[in-house]
């Protein structure tokens, strides 16, 4: 195979197979709906399932390819009040931080820092959590 990339026993991707343990790394963008047609095609040939709800197929690899490429941090147990410092990421890219935020009751998250205090945020917009105080159960 080549022009390909291949990944070490160690994970580290490389641009040539330098050894019989390195395996090739498939790369597929969520956002490319030629290449997540494809991988639909091939997983109904193999399957031996015809073309009808192709569509949806599609649409759940893409989300499920997306989901592996940005993978959502698993919402926390924390009970209300607690505070934690991280940072916020938007999905255009923006954001601000690190800074203090606590858990409310409705399970959104509000900034507690100078220049965004009240800000309010779901969790998968927090990046890089670190807990600073548990809250009360």
């Excluded at 991707?13 to 956002?31: A, G, M, Q, R, W």
């Excluded at 989901?67 to 999905?91: C, N, R, Y």
């Excluded at 998250?109 to 959590?129: M, Q, S």
């Amino acid at each position: 195979m080549s022009g390909g990339y291949y990944m070490d026993p160690h994970g580290h991707v490389h641009p040539n197979k330098l050894t019989e343990d390195y395996v090739p790394v498939v790369v597929i963008s969520p956002e490319d709906r030629e290449q997540v047609e494809r991988l639909e095609a091939h997983i109904r040939e193999a399957n031996g399932w015809n073309r009808l709800h192709m569509d949806r197929r599609t649409d759940a690899l893409q989300t499920a390819l997306r989901e592996f490429a940005s993978p959502a941090p698993p919402k926390p147990d924390h009970a209300v009040g607690t505070v934690v410092e991280a940072s916020a990421a938007f999905d255009d890219g923006k954001g601000f931080g690190p800074a203090k935020w606590a858990a409310t009751e409705d399970g959104s998250w509000t900034c507690l820092t100078d220049g965004h205090v009240g800000t309010a945020l779901p969790w998968p917009f927090l990046k890089n959590v670190r807990v600073l105080s548990e809250g009360v159960s």
